[in-house]
């Protein structure tokens, strides 16, 4: 009996739907494929125009991708940094508030990757949970934006750079997308080719093993901070830069989008799982949803409703989650039976 | 997980037993007994230094601005001790409620508009509660999203508009209703803490509460049904909320979706300055209390002296993270 199983499963796996089956085992982004095909059935069935007017998908998924890469760094290692939005606000201020634009792009870059190293000090250093320190610094750091801008939005000076960096580079490619495609490009190399990013899944799936098999943790949770922080100042750049001027509110909306693509996207809260790739699907299918919502004339309480459920739905339909309550279905039925008996 | 909140447990006993044979170790005891001091300090430097905190029209105004604030925070207690950080979906939660409360009392009466909060309050506790609970799933992830959904049904559906009560009536009446310079929303604050203070530490659900934060496993195998217990506290977040939307509507007149913006933050701050532990297990009801009172005096300070929104949102961010630091550091001292 045993015998025969063990022969079918080996004969299956030598034939090209075991490998198939096997590949799609190991991989996390089934939720975000699912939730994308879903989507873009029913977009292009009700409102094929988000695919005609394809830049503006394209900006938005770069606006929502481009935060939640840097997140995916974190997510990856078992930590969230809720300070992005923040982050992305006060940085596009900073940039704003320096005349030369590209001394402006280095200020901001690199208050990014303080807040980072701030973060990261916290949570590897002092050791708080990074939910409640990046938590107070997105309360400081949007404080911090209320303070440099005087509470108003502040005017680009070089406002022709601003208009040049709108313009389509090549193709239809705006420089958003492009960045947005670099940076999806150099992320994915770092975590599945760079051995420092491969650390990365170590950190997150057991820290105390990683530390005993010599990683660096404390280094590598820097890193991921780093990686964020830098990320979303970039975005607060790109915005500013799009916008020619820097909003102290910026990054609201993106905050709930971004989350929601990096979760759905199959990156596992607790560490250890998850893919760039995974995020990429997950960015698209919040970016198409959003246009999409947005052409159909519907008005933003309603779309942030949408949005909302699609993160409590990505948050529960997790793997982990979804055991947890059959167990304590489980357990509830057994119970049953034994007080029956 | 289960190793790590195990290690806690230890970290928390030994803390407890070295510390009477460590006197001398500052953090520890700072993390316990601070919040006392600070908290004198401010009131006694306020009312020395501040021009007009210690006239009477002003400590009526913090009692009133801090009622609510208190109300939400001695709820979320519960949640924090438990173990899962916080609900940040109290913001949403206030409003709905004194929506709710105001633009349902103007048509049907208070009686029917007080049952449709708690409607919208069970809903909340529900929703939270059995994703935390049950799917196991990151509470401040489900309660940002639910945030999101709440208030955008209640925008949705208010379309955005400011809700009035009416010039005279219970409402108003209890809303501006003072015993000596104690307005009642301040009264319903110390009744509400003392009936969840009784719960927490006197009743069965309030141990397991207790339990669940210091160890979750350990409290599973002990044959309890740990969904049970996360969603009870959620519920106990979401009725104090809701009491605490009624406050804000009677006490303004006014209700509006955006109404309550940054009460999550400062419920949060209030607790963990009170010392209450954001690791969970450790805190109490009382300590809340003593919190919001040290948040809602620098709070009335900073707005005293003219200071702007920007640098107060800064310095409650700071004070959060530095009372979490100290919290954090004393518990390695602890076990060292």
Same mark, same amino acid.
């Given at each position: ?58 900006? &938005? ?11 995916? +760094? ?11 939005? =923040? ?11 320096? #005349? ?67 313009? +389509?580079?090549?193709? #239809?490619?705006?420089? &958003? ?14 975590? =599945? ?55 102290? &509110? ?7 989008? =971004? ?61 982990? =989650? ?18 029956? +008996? | ?69 208190? !109300? ?45 909060? *708690?409607?919208?309050?069970?809903? %909340?506790?529900?929703? @939270?509660?059995?994703?935390?609970? %049950? ?48 307005? %009642?929303?301040? *009264? ?15 009743? @069965? ?19 309890? @049904? ?75 300070? *900073?707005?005293?002296? @003219? !200071? ?7 310095? *409650?961010? !700071?004070? !959060? ?16």
């Amino acid at each position: 009996m045993s015998q025969t199983q063990s022969l079918k499963l080996g004969s299956s796996d030598t034939s090209f739907l075991g490998r198939a089956r096997l590949v799609v085992a190991r991989r996390t982004e089934g939720r975000g494929v699912a939730l994308l095909a879903i989507i873009l059935v029913v977009v292009s069935l009700t409102q094929p125009l988000v695919f005609t007017a394809y830049p503006v998908s394209l900006g &938005r998924i770069a606006l929502i991708g481009l935060v939640a890469l840097g997140l995916t +760094a974190v997510i990856l290692m078992g930590e969230l940094d809720l300070s992005v939005a =923040s982050t992305l606000a006060v940085s596009g201020v900073v940039m704003a508030l320096i #005349p030369d634009v590209w001394l402006g792009i280095l200020a901001a870059l690199a208050m990014g990757l303080v807040i980072g190293v701030i973060n990261a000090f916290f949570v590897a250093v002092v050791g708080i949970n990074s939910f409640i320190a990046t938590l107070g610094m997105l309360f400081a750091l949007r404080g911090l934006a209320y303070i440099l801008s005087d509470e108003t939005p502040v005017r680009l000076t070089d406002t022709d750079a601003g208009i040049a960096f709108g313009q +389509a580079l090549i193709g #239809p490619l705006t420089p &958003r997308v492009l960045i947005f495609v670099l940076a999806f490009l150099a992320l994915q190399i770092f975590v =599945s080719r760079v051995k420092a990013g491969r650390e990365f899944f170590a950190v997150g799936g057991n820290r105390q093993a990683a530390y005993d098999a010599g990683i660096p943790v404390k280094r590598r949770i820097f890193t991921g901070f780093m990686i964020s922080g830098f990320v979303a100042s970039l975005a607060g750049v790109i915005n500013t830069l799009e916008r020619t001027a820097a909003d102290p &509110r910026a990054g609201l909306t993106v905050l709930l989008a =971004s989350f929601a693509a990096a979760i759905i996207g199959g990156n596992y809260l607790k560490g250890g799982r998850g893919s760039i790739v995974g995020t990429l699907i997950g960015a698209t299918a919040l970016g198409v949803l959003q246009v999409a919502l947005t052409l159909s004339g519907i008005q933003v309480p309603v779309q942030e409703i949408f949005i909302g459920l699609i993160l409590l739905l990505a948050v529960t339909t997790d793997p982990a =989650s979804l055991r947890a309550v059959l167990g304590s279905i489980r357990s509830v039925r057994q119970g049953r039976s034994k007080s029956r +008996a | 997980m289960a190793k790590e909140t195990l290690t806690e447990v230890i970290t928390v006993a030994q803390g407890d037993e070295q510390q009477p044979s460590k006197p001398r170790s500052v953090l520890p005891w700072m993390a316990e007994n601070g919040i006392f001091i600070f908290t004198a300090l401010l009131i006694l430097g306020a009312a020395v230094f501040v021009d007009g905190f210690a006239s009477l029209v002003n400590i009526t105004d913090v009692f009133h601005r801090a009622a609510p604030i208190g !109300i939400v925070a001695v709820g979320m207690t519960f949640v924090v001790i438990s173990g899962n950080y916080l609900d940040l979906s109290v913001v949403a939660q206030v409003a709905t409620s004194a929506v709710i409360f105001l633009a349902v009392s103007n048509v049907y009466g208070v009686p029917i508009a007080m049952l449709a909060a *708690l409607l919208a309050a069970i809903a %909340y506790a529900l929703v @939270n509660g059995i994703a935390v609970g %049950y799917f196991k799933a990151n509470a401040v992830i489900v309660t940002l999203s639910t945030t999101y959904i709440g208030i955008g049904v209640l925008r949705y559906f208010s379309g955005g508009s400011i809700f009035f009560g009416p010039e005279d009536g219970p409402i108003r009446a209890f809303g501006t209703a003072k015993l000596g310079p104690v307005p %009642y929303s301040a *009264l319903v604050l110390i009744l509400v803490t003392l009936i969840l203070a009784f719960v927490l530490s006197r009743t @069965n659900f309030g141990f397991l509460v207790r339990s669940f934060g210091v160890n979750e496993s350990a409290t599973r195998l002990g044959g309890v @049904n740990t969904g049970y217990v996360i969603v009870g506290a959620f519920f106990v977040t979401a009725l104090a909320a809701m009491v605490a939307g009624w406050v804000l509507a009677a006490f303004s007149n006014t209700a509006v979706s955006s109404m309550s913006t940054g009460y999550d933050f400062q419920a949060l701050a209030a607790i963990i300055v009170g010392g209450t532990s954001v690791f969970g297990g450790k805190g109490s009801v009382l300590r809340t209390l003593l919190g919001v009172v040290f948040v809602s005096v620098l709070t009335n300070i *900073l707005v005293l002296s @003219n !200071i702007t929104f920007g640098y107060q949102q800064v310095a *409650l961010g !700071i004070l !959060i993270v530095v009372a979490v630091t100290i919290d954090a550091l004393s518990r390695k001292v602890g076990t060292r």
